[in-house]
C-alpha cells in the first residue's frame, strides 16, 4: 500500500552532532541540589539516582547506536492542520493485515512500543498466528517527540483526534485499529466517539472512565474492587498530582528550566517512570538506563518539553474534552492493578461497548514497558473478536 497523499515523506531520526556536543557540555556542568541526607525519593527525584543516570548519559550512552535502532523501521512526516506528525508506519505483508494505531502518553514516546513492533506485524515468529498480523502506525503526538510543534492554542484532544483520524486515512486507510494509553487512552476514544465508522476495535490500557467517577458517591463504593480502586485513585490525585496541576496552570515556568538542563528534564520524567510503575526499587531491572535516556531524548533533542506539557494546559481550558457519548465501537480494556487511574469493569461498560476486560496480574502505568507479553497477548486476543 502506498499512502494517498504526497504530504507523506520518509523522516528518519538524525539528531545533529552540535546537539549532542551540547548536552554532554550541560551534563558536565549540571549544579546539583543537595537533598536532605537519607531522604531518597521520598520528597520527589532522588538525587543521587539522578547524578548516576546522568554520567552514564554523559560517559556510556550510545545515542547513535539507539538512533539506528530506532530507524530500523521506516519513519515519516505528515503534515496535519500545520503540524508534521512524525511516526513508524510498519507493513506486515500480510493481505489480511488490519491497520493499528498505537498511542502513547506523557511523559512517554513511540519508545514505548518499540518492541511491540515485530511481535505485532510478524506473528508468526513471534509466537503468534498468521491472522494476528496487522499494519502499525505508531505517531508521536502532536508536539512531542520529533515532529512538528503546534504554533497556535487549541491543540486539545479534540484537535489531536481530528488529526490522527486524518492521520490513518492520508495513509489509505478507511476502517482502523486503535491502541493507547494515558493521554494516547483519551485520543483514541476521541477517535471513536467522533469516528465511530472508521474504528474496527479501541483497545486501551488506561482508566479515562475512572474520571467520571463521583468518589464521594457512597453507590460507587459498593464492591471491594471498587472500594480499592477509589482508594488508589485518591492516594494518586494527593501524592502524585502536582505534575498535573503545574503544567496544566503554568506550564511554561518550569519547561524553561527543563529546557535549559538535561538533569532537571531526566528528574521530572524518571521520577514519573519510578512512582507510577509496578518496579517500586527495582525499576531498572525491567527498565535500563539505555531506555530511559532513550525516551528522554524524544524531549531534549527535539526540545520538545514545553509542547508536550501544553496538552495538560489545553485540557484544563477544554470544557468539552470529556463531553462525548458513550463510545459505541467494540472496546478491549487491559486493566494493570498499579496503574495511577485504576478501572473497575463496571465503569468502562458505563463509558465504552466492552467486549474483552482483563484484569492483570502484575503492570503499572507502562505497560508496554512493564509488560509487553502480557500486553501482546491482550491487543492479539481482543483483535481477534472484532477483526
Not at 502506498?2 to 549544579?31: G, K, M, Y
Not at 538542563?261 to 518496579?279: H, M, N, Q, T, Y
Not at 467486549?355 to 512493564?370: D, K, N, V, W, Y
Request: charged residues 25%; contains cysteine.
Amino acid at each position: 500500500m502506498h499512502p494517498r497523499d504526497e504530504r507523506v515523506r520518509p523522516a528518519p531520526i538524525a539528531v545533529p552532532q552540535t546537539v549532542l556536543d551540547d548536552l554532554h557540555r550541560r551534563l558536565s556542568n549540571t549544579r546539583w541540589a543537595e537533598p536532605v541526607p537519607g531522604t531518597g525519593w521520598d520528597a520527589g527525584a532522588d538525587v543521587s539516582y539522578i547524578r548516576e543516570l546522568c554520567d552514564y548519559w554523559r560517559d556510556e550512552y550510545d545515542w547513535r547506536a539507539q538512533e539506528r535502532s530506532l530507524n530500523r523501521f521506516p519513519l515519516y512526516l505528515c503534515e496535519v492542520d500545520g503540524v508534521d506528525l512524525h511516526f513508524w508506519w510498519v507493513r506486515s505483508g500480510s493481505p489480511d493485515a488490519i491497520p493499528l494505531l498505537l498511542a502513547h502518553g506523557w511523559p512517554g514516546s513511540i519508545v514505548e512500543f518499540q518492541h511491540l513492533i515485530e511481535p505485532l506485524t510478524d506473528p508468526v515468529h513471534h509466537g503468534g498466528e498468521a491472522q494476528d498480523a496487522v499494519d502499525l502506525v505508531i505517531p508521536s503526538l502532536p508536539g512531542y517527540g520529533f515532529g512538528g510543534q503546534p504554533r497556535e492554542p487549541g491543540w486539545g484532544l479534540e484537535r489531536c483526534a481530528r488529526a490522527m483520524h486524518t492521520l490513518m486515512t492520508s495513509l489509505g486507510y478507511d476502517r482502523f485499529g486503535m491502541q493507547g494509553g494515558d493521554w494516547g487512552a483519551m485520543i483514541t476514544s476521541k477517535v471513536a466517539s467522533m469516528y465511530p465508522e472508521s474504528v474496527i476495535g479501541l483497545h486501551l490500557n488506561f482508566g479515562i472512565a475512572s474520571s467520571q467517577i463521583d468518589m464521594d458517591d457512597p453507590a460507587q463504593s459498593e464492591t471491594p474492587e471498587a472500594r480499592e480502586a477509589i482508594a488508589r485513585r485518591r492516594h494518586f490525585l494527593q501524592e502524585e498530582w502536582g505534575y498535573w496541576l503545574q503544567q496544566a496552570t503554568r506550564p511554561m515556568s518550569v519547561a524553561i528550566a527543563q529546557a535549559d538542563s538535561p538533569a532537571g528534564l531526566a528528574a521530572w520524567i524518571v521520577e514519573k517512570f519510578r512512582s507510577w510503575s509496578d518496579w517500586d526499587d527495582h525499576f531498572e531491572e525491567s527498565l535500563s538506563k539505555d531506555v530511559l535516556l532513550t525516551n528522554l531524548m524524544f524531549y531534549w533533542a527535539p526540545n520538545s518539553i514545553a509542547s508536550s506539557a501544553r496538552m495538560y494546559y489545553e485540557r484544563r481550558h477544554d470544557n468539552a474534552a470529556y463531553e462525548y457519548p458513550k463510545v459505541e465501537v467494540p472496546t478491549g480494556f487491559a486493566a494493570f492493578p498499579k496503574e495511577n487511574l485504576p478501572a473497575i469493569r463496571p465503569w468502562v461498560e458505563a463509558r465504552y461497548d466492552l467486549r474483552q476486560f482483563t484484569a492483570m496480574p502484575r503492570g503499572g502505568h507502562f505497560a508496554s514497558l512493564e509488560e509487553p507479553e502480557l500486553l501482546l497477548a491482550d491487543i492479539r486476543s481482543f483483535f481477534r473478536l472484532v477483526r
